[in-house]
């Protein structure tokens, strides 16, 4: 059975950081797409970042290029977020997916991705 368990998230002023995780089992980690989506309340899920375990070639929404950097810790199957500089509008929830399948990221939105974290939530205050 597919798993993937996130942690990290909460609260933080503008300007802040935090470091989301997302650890996975039950699946081939290696060679592999895995992302980070994030929905906020009345919007649709919107990609943040996404990786190729496979080689570690990371892609970014142009409104987290810069700030936020996608990596990965194959010995530990696991996927990092790690978000500076953080804004009122980063706020959301946060949610890692992987592909079903082993594949490169041959397609970064959300009904491309099978298996789904169960969610944690970020809060920017200003």
């Known amino acids: 059975q597919v798993h993937l368990v996130q942690s990290g998230g909460g609260s933080v002023d503008v300007g802040g950081s935090l470091r989301l995780s997302c650890a996975a089992s039950?699946?081939?980690?290696?060679?592999?797409?895995m992302g980070w989506f994030r929905q906020a309340p009345g919007k649709e899920r919107e990609g943040v970042a996404v990786i190729y375990t496979g080689g570690g070639r990371a892609y970014y929404s142009n409104s987290v290029k810069g700030r936020f950097t996608i990596s990965q810790d194959n010995a530990k199957n696991t996927v990092y977020l790690q978000m500076n500089s953080l804004k009122p509008e980063d706020t959301a929830m946060y949610y890692c997916?992987?592909?079903?399948?082993?594949?490169?990221?041959?397609?970064?939105?959300?009904?491309?991705?099978?298996?789904w974290g169960q969610g944690t939530q970020v809060t920017v205050s200003s």
């Open positions: 997916a992987a592909y079903v399948r082993n594949s490169w990221c041959y397609d970064v939105y959300p009904p491309a991705f099978g298996y």
């Open positions: 039950g699946y081939t980690y290696s060679r592999n797409c």
